[in-house]
């Protein structure tokens, strides 16, 4: 039997553990923790024909000398976005980029649908096979958490990883399974456009070194389908439909496309909140009376004016905006991407990074297209733009998604003293080869708050058969989508969880376990360093977990249940304790004294990391049970120690 090495660098440890998780079941088989350290864990699968030997780097840059993003970017990325995971394997003195995989759990409506956009496009640019893992069907909740609806992307944005697949001949596609909260009645309808089986295949052949042409091919069939599944199912017409979507993939000219066969009026949506100028108000006016079409959706901020009408709108630029030469290409059709770029007190607005990428994933690499800028910007922003657009774009993801993905940038702002129009000289070719970079066998990492939060995750989890539980494990940058409650052998969640509130705050970890009959849960909330707790942060914790048991789940499933289903009972009055926990790096004692009490918390966890790592535990009575369990796992397994104070 052969042993491989492979890494997995994720964005935190809970996107590492969710790809060795599809690791494990692409194979049939189970994942087993090794003798590692507890913040660079490292787990064996065993194969038919393999053990594959698999570290977990949690915290895209955090590692010396590799920064994924980095080096994908430098290999023709483009764009500094980075996906959830990375999959890459250790050959000798090289590791190879083999996948890149994202995760979005979160209600895939809104702008939210589209903002991972620019992670797909640059791994295509960078030649890295790239899979996005999305759950359909989530319920939307009003304010009292109350069911409205279920909540769909626009049927755009699956369509764009096809086009993209499609037009640069490469794998970039999306993987669909049901929310834990779809309803029976939708999982009918959607279950022929689910993939998840289907990217199992995709990732065992990928390591397998296989071809993947037939799994490829499914997944783009079912893409496709759920494209026409969610078009079909919308109340207006206010996208293609049906067979008109395979026909505007296949054409030759998209744009050309829909000048021709999408007569729909485009509309675009204004926000009253930010602030936009006098000339920007005339100029989408102007727009509407040439003979605008929609890019597949009506409600998009997305148009292409006709060939036919540009010059009208070259001579009105002009004449409107002082003289500005508007020097954009008059022989092919337009399209326009309108961009606000920046909330209303100016900061950027992350969403519409992805605006411009899902564009030119819609459209193809041929089409024409410029981006109108109008959000209120800073000064800053605006004279990097005029005399150092490069240097803006290296610190301005909103900027280099428009200069990597658009022709041409036209910004009319309320903040701005000057009318901008510049031709970006964006090139659409992609990276050829495969991605090697040096391996580097121990990797040095600056310890902070992933750190913490990768430990807390690995000493706590994978621990039922002491009768702990996780139920919850946000990390930075993580899924906050859901939180688990288990009894009797079910598990029940609560999805599109509530934000903080003056009162509560959402915690970092959950878990739960019962001593002598009674019900415990432990919210702990992690941190860099002890300093950054919030006063009273443990009764915020605890307040939290009481809210949200005053509401009721939303999904439910058995322990031997593989599928979620939506959960419209009652769990009835739950009875239960809280052990509020503060978790940081070590400093010194007395600090453990002050956060406890000024924290109001049940119990510190204090981190001293090295190949074996230090938990200093510090706890009132009430934290104090947590001990027990600590000990037995401390006694049974590797990488850490514990010192009472």
Known sequence: MITRNLRIHGDNIVECERTLKMIAEAYNSIYELQKSPVYFPKYSIKTKDCLFVIELLSGHGRWSDIDLGDIIYKAGGRLRESADSYLTEISGTQETVLLGIEYCSALPAGNNAWQRNGRALASVFANVPYLYYAEIGGVELDENRNPKAPRYPNPAVPF???????????VCLPVYRAHPSMTSQNLVTYKSALGYSDGLVFIRQILNGEDTTLT???????????????????????????????AFLTSTNRPTWLVLNYKEEWQKKSSDKVLVSDT???????????????????????CIVPQRSLTSLKAWIKETYNG?????????????????????????????????PLCRMILGKDANIMAIVSGPGTKYTWDKLLNAPNELCKNNGLFEAIFSCCNYLLVD????????FMPTGATLNKNTGTIKFPYIPNPVVKFFEHDTDCAIHQILSSHNELGIFECFCNPPGGDWSGISYFKNGIEYKWTSLPRVSEFSKRPDHIFQFERNGQLFFVPIESKGYGKDLENNIGNRLKDYINDLFNSEPTAYKANNQTGWKYFDGTIGKVKYNMI???????????ELMNQLHTGNLDAIFAFEFGM??????????????????????????????????
């Open 413 to 420: 702002s309320a903040t701005c003293n000057h009318y901008i």
């Open 160 to 170: 764009s990883y096809v086009s993209l697949s499609h037009d640069m001949n490469s």
């Open 216 to 246: 490829v091919n499914s997944l783009k069939d079912k893409a496709v389908k759920m494209v026409e599944i969610l078009s079909n199912g919308r109340k207006k017409k206010d996208t293609l439909k049906g067979r008109e979507w395979k």
């Open 580 to 590: 509020s926990v503060g978790a940081f790096l070590y400093k010194d004692e007395r």
């Open 324 to 356: 500005l030469d508007a020097s954009f290409d008059l022989e092919k059709d337009l399209a326009l991407v309108w961009i606000t770029g920046f909330k209303p007190k100016g900061d950027d607005s992350r969403p519409d990074r992805g605006l411009s």
């Open 612 to 645: 074996i790592t230090t938990l200093h535990f510090y706890a009132s009575a009430n934290g104090e049970i947590l001990l027990d369990y600590l000990m037995k796992i401390a006694s049974e397994q590797s990488g850490f120690v514990i010192k009472i104070h």
């Open 280 to 302: 920007f108000k005339l100029l989408k006016s102007k727009i509407k009376t040439l003979s605008v079409v929609p890019i597949v959706a009506k409600d998009l901020p997305f």
